[in-house]
């Protein structure tokens, strides 16, 4: 079974840091791109970063860039963001998808971690 475990989420004032975790199974993981997409209350799901296959290079949402760092040990089947200078406006559910190489959509998704951003 293809499987992604989120985790890491919880409740951080504006300013702080949280870093999530998404461990994967049951597929070969080097041969996937991974993301973190997330979804606020009443918005549409946006896409936050990727880490693609290819030499580890990576995409970031405007949105994030220079706050946001994702990173993947493929040791470990486990990919990684690393979310600096929270704002208010980052809180919503994250979750970690996978996308082979040579699928143009996301293959499988992750249950999900809530992440508030408050005072």
């Known amino acids: 079974d293809v499987q992604l475990q989120a985790s890491g989420g919880g409740r951080v004032q504006p300013g702080g840091s949280l870093r999530l975790s998404c461990a994967a199974s049951?597929?070969?993981?080097?041969?996937?791109?991974m993301s973190w997409f997330r979804q606020a209350p009443g918005k549409e799901r946006e896409g936050v970063a990727c880490i693609h296959t290819n030499a580890g290079s990576t995409d970031y949402a405007d949105s994030v860039k220079g706050r946001f760092t994702i990173t993947r040990d493929n040791a470990k089947n486990t990919v990684y963001l690393q979310m600096n200078s929270l704002k208010p406006e980052d809180t919503a559910v994250y979750y970690c998808?996978?996308?082979?190489?040579?699928?143009?959509?996301?293959?499988?998704w992750g249950q999900g971690t809530q992440v508030t951003v408050s005072s």
């Open positions: 049951g597929f070969t993981f080097e041969d996937y791109a």
């Open positions: 998808a996978a996308k082979h190489i040579a699928s143009p959509t996301y293959d499988s």
